[in-house]
């Protein structure tokens, strides 16, 4: 029973010439599932260049899956609006990509899916939790999101009407002022250490969470002693 006819990996043997008992890979074959043919799938490049398209159609379809698998793997860190002051960022992770900046919505669509495949700084490369085909679902939902912030009254076909949100606010009932910033109660719980400004370009997570366009007239955290605030300066 011990002594098996059978190779152990690494090991030589005398059965073939070479000695090794590992067979080199038969030129020219390529393993199974891995022909990768398609180079602008699998890398998003175009002459070394991250260029700017969706190797397929961009369904609806896509679109909710772009939007699921990005609710799962980046809004920990990016948020829900993308605004890069997800929850791990308000605990005090390094503040991540804000999809908002004029940089990235002039990015590529294959830069996203760069980032997704070999992470960017300070964040960890994606590739082992999202495969290549959500990859470019979740760039796609990144450009959805980037229109949604950002969507003028010219973007909506001829003849659409924008309500603007004050009189949805009074057409819903909404009590006064839910269509205007947010500010935080006081006894809120300030992610970052020491509370000090993440410093997003355009953008202030002061007030974490409540919306995309938290603005730097949030009030500071209550007086130490008042609260439930975690500081550790107190
Ligand atoms: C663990 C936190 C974390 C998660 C999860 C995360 N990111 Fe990031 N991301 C970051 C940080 C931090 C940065 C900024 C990196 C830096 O500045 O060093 C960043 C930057 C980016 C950028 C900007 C790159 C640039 O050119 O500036 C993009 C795009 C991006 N992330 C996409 C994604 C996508 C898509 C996902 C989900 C698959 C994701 N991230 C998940 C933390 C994260």
Not at 91 to 104: D, E, I
Not at 163 to 190: H, M, R
Not at 191 to 213: A, K, L, R, V
């Amino acid at each position: 029973m011990h002594d098996q006819p059978k190779f152990i990996p690494q090991r030589g043997t005398d059965f073939y010439a070479d000695g090794r008992s590992v067979r080199p890979q038969v030129d020219n074959t390529v393993a199974r599932g891995q022909l990768h043919e398609d180079t602008y799938f699998y890398t998003g490049l175009v002459n070394g260049k991250e260029a700017d398209a969706l190797p397929f159609p961009a369904t609806l379809e896509v679109l909710e899956r772009g939007q699921e698998r990005y609710n799962v793997y980046c809004t920990p860190c990016h948020s829900r609006v993308g605004n890069g002051a997800g929850m791990i960022v308000q605990r005090g992770y390094r503040p991540a990509g804000n999809f908002h900046t004029a940089r990235l919505e002039a990015a590529p669509l294959g830069h996203f899916f760069n980032v997704i495949s070999h992470g960017y700084g300070a964040m960890p490369d994606y590739s082992a939790q999202v495969a290549p085909v959500d990859r470019w679902a979740i760039a796609a939902y990144i450009r959805a999101l980037q229109l949604s912030q950002n969507a003028k009254p010219s973007d909506v076909a001829n003849g659409g009407h924008v309500q603007p949100l004050a009189d949805i606010e009074k057409d819903e009932e909404f009590p006064a002022g839910f269509a205007s910033n947010w500010s935080l109660p006081g006894t809120a719980v300030y992610g970052t250490p020491n509370n000090q400004d993440n410093d997003i370009p355009g953008e202030s997570i002061t007030s974490p969470g409540i919306t995309g366009n938290a603005t730097k007239s949030n009030p500071a955290p209550a007086a130490p002693g008042t609260s439930g605030t975690a500081n550790p300066k107190q």
